[in-house]
């Protein structure tokens, strides 16, 4: 198990943007992940995903979480632009060939306008997604740009936290007057290959009725009317109430072993005209900031379950709306079985 976190992380595909997050030149998003940061670039149009390190010596190139700016190393000023990776007083180098200089990039693949990125995936991405990869293309098509953007660290293992985000048993009594407002029904689960989703309606009739009333400021052609949660194995969560706005959430081991780097970001979606983008800012305002308070809550409580708590091993007492939990155990102990190699 010593390098289960980190073997995940290179053999999957990872969800790491939606198109609409990096439009401009210059646009970078920063992850952290168990190997390392890795860095989306949109490199004159084009976008790459590369390790955040500096050909030259190895600094990171970007530190914060999300911007824009030039490909510009601070330490000598390496510069990448256009594919190339730029020198300054190149004449210093004449003992070696810095034309041969590469960011260390990584695989791409698209599914709809989700872009995910690879290291050594084992399956070719629609392999991997499964069923689920028709759901995220319309998902994917009615998304606009990014509002908002949090990230930080679980003092917990990541499992611990996926686990928390897969079940609905814990609302009522950690979420009271966030999520719980909801008062979500038990809904259903799908299971497409490893990932999962959970649909519950809205048992809160007052919600549901003035959510419904909302649709005519959308220019959105799917959503599903309730409480939708995507899980993709291994560290990725989509959520939505009536396809409005996704909150798209990443639970990333730290190298560290220990915690977890999570972040989530607010998705919002294409909305009817200029009107209704005024009359929904409050809104939009409004769930960015109760998701960033249930994930508070969800740290609270997270980092109450050391490591040790957490194994692949089925739930002694699996609750019915724990169901996901079985599943992604599952998922895991499947994955280990069929690992290739010593
Ligand atoms: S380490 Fe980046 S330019 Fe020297
Ligand atoms: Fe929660």
């Known amino acids: 198990m010593k390098d289960f976190d980190a073997r995940l992380f290179r053999e999957h595909w990872h969800l790491a943007c939606h198109r609409n997050e990096l439009p401009v030149p210059g646009d970078y998003l920063r992850m952290q992940t168990p190997l390392g940061d890795l860095v989306v670039f949109n490199d004159s149009g084009e976008l790459l995903a590369f390790d955040n390190l500096c050909p030259h010596r190895g600094a990171r190139m970007f530190d914060g979480e999300a911007g824009n700016g030039p490909a510009t190393c601070r330490y000598h000023g390496w510069t990448y632009d256009k594919g190339r990776v730029i020198v300054p007083m190149a004449e210093e180098f004449a003992g070696c060939d810095t034309s041969r200089a590469r960011l260390n990039t990584y695989r791409l693949d698209w599914c709809g306008d989700f872009l995910f990125v690879g290291i050594a995936p084992r399956m070719a991405l629609y392999e991997q997604l499964g069923e689920a990869a028709a759901l995220l293309e319309n998902i994917g098509f009615n998304i606009a740009n990014r509002l908002d953007l949090n990230a930080g660290s679980f003092r917990c293992y990541w499992p611990v936290a ?181």
């Open 162 to 342: 996926v686990e928390n985000a897969l079940e609905p048993y814990h609302i009522s009594m950690v979420h009271p007057e966030t999520l719980g407002m909801l008062e979500l029904e038990a809904g259903s689960n799908e299971y497409l290959g490893r990932n999962s989703v959970w649909y519950a309606p809205l048992g809160n009739a007052r919600v549901d009725k003035q959510l419904r009333s909302l649709k005519r400021h959308f220019a959105i052609d799917y959503g599903y009317e309730g409480y939708m949660s995507v899980y993709l194995f291994p560290f990725t969560m989509i959520s939505s109430t009536f396809g409005y706005s996704y909150s798209l959430q990443h639970f990333l081991p730290a190298q560290d072993g220990q915690n977890t780097h999570f972040s989530s970001r607010l998705l919002g979606t294409h909305l009817a005209n200029e009107r209704a983008a005024q009359l929904l800012a409050p809104l939009f305002t409004s769930t960015a900031a109760i998701n960033r308070k249930v994930f508070e809550e969800d740290h609270q409580v997270c980092q109450l379950v050391p490591k040790s708590s957490w194994s692949t091993a089925p739930l002694v007492f699996p609750a019915a709306s724990e169901a996901k939990i079985e599943h992604f155990r599952q998922s895991c102990r499947d994955w280990l079985a069929a690992r290739p190699g010593p």
